[in-house]
């Protein structure tokens, strides 16, 4: 009898213990669950908080660039130096870091056609201008050709492949079939869908393109080029001019940029490029198209923010795109 009750009580007492470190478990796994919510709340907080400095820095930059058009004129200016300068503004906790630069310093993609949307046909002058981009890149002549043709079939509105071109029907065997939209492309990222291009042409093409809301050829502004930008004036020449002389063309500008289309065009180093008047009008002295980005570091979190703004001669700024990614 003694010994039953014993048994009972050492039966109670494990079946007590059990309980206890059953609850336990369930104390800590709860506990656990409250510290990530309380972290993952944390975190969402600093992401919430950096996206506002993100859209406040950008919501800055379009006021600087309204001011910036007002002062314009004919000629965007170059002092304060604008183009491509970052400029840093600590917060508690962190740092918003933005640029700013010229976002027509490069070829348009979307240039291959001319047109309206759902009417857009070959352009063969902007075609021929890729063609020289890619060669001064050092991609092969043919198989930049072979690019230039499937974009513009990916732009265009017919279903009819040019001769080294690609329509629907040569994306249907991809892993993932696509159809050419027959629009015009809305980042330059897109490209990496089109027959022909790889990693490596990418690679080399990306620096120097870019995608427009418009077909029109690419607008260059020689005020905001460096010399790293040589390529694009061999692009406008359609290769005639060498990347030594366009270099030079560049490094000749006086300070505070060309005031004169004609006297950029007249320099002896581009006595060998005489342009067509297409071509001649293709290069301004106002830029248009403004690209921004801005990197934001807060409490451990980082967001970068990336739009492009397109102006008007009377000091309006229209936002064409923005994301919550770099540009790749």
């Known amino acids: 009898m003694r010994r039953t009750r014993r048994d009972r009580k050492g039966m109670a007492l494990l079946t007590v213990l059990l309980m206890v470190t059953v609850m336990a478990a369930i104390a800590v796994a ?9 972290r993952r709340a944390s975190n969402l907080a600093s992401v919430g908080q950096a ?9 800055l930059a379009r006021k600087r660039i309204e001011r910036l058009i007002r002062q314009a004129g004919s000629v965007t200016p170059t002092e304060p130096d604008w183009n491509g ?29 001319s047109g309206i949307e759902g009417a857009y046909v070959v352009r063969p002058r902007g075609a021929e201008q890729l063609v020289a981009l890619g060669r001064a890149l050092g991609v092969d002549e043919g198989r930049m050709r072979a690019v230039a043709e499937a974009l513009t079939d990916w732009i265009d ?33 897109e490209l990496r869908l089109i ?42 020449s359609e290769g005639r001019l060498n ?7 560049i490094a000749a500008r006086p300070r505070g940029g060309w005031r004169d289309i004609g006297a950029f065009w007249s320099q002896p180093a581009l006595a060998e490029a005489t342009p067509a008047s297409e071509v001649y009008d293709q290069l301004t002295l106002t830029t248009r198209y403004f690209a921004f980005r801005s990197d934001v570091d807060f409490a451990g979190a980082r967001v970068t923010r990336t739009a492009l703004f397109r102006t008007f001669p009377d ?14």
């Open 85 to 113: 300068r970052p400029f840093a503004f600590p917060v508690e906790a962190g740092q918003i870091t933005a640029v700013v630069r010229d976002g027509q310093a490069c070829f348009n993609l979307n240039s291959v056609v």
């Open 243 to 249: 990347p030594a002389r366009a270099r030079a063309a």
């Open 157 to 189: 509105s017919d279903q009819t492949p040019l001769p080294r071109g690609a329509e629907t029907a040569a994306y249907a065997g991809r892993e993932t079939p696509l159809r050419t939209p027959g629009a015009l492309l809305l980042e330059a990222g």
């Open 195 to 236: 027959r022909g291009v790889d990693a490596e042409v990418y690679g080399r093409l990306r620096p120097f393109v870019c995608a427009l809301p418009t077909p029109d050829l690419s607008p260059i502004n020689p005020n905001t080029l460096s010399v790293d930008d040589a390529p694009l004036l061999v692009m406008l």
């Open 315 to 328: 000091g309006r700024v229209e936002t064409v795109v923005h994301r919550w990614t770099a540009d790749r």
């Open 51 to 59: 996206q506002w400095y993100a859209l406040g820095a950008e919501a």
């Open 30 to 38: 709860l506990l656990d669950d409250v510290r990530f919510s309380t």
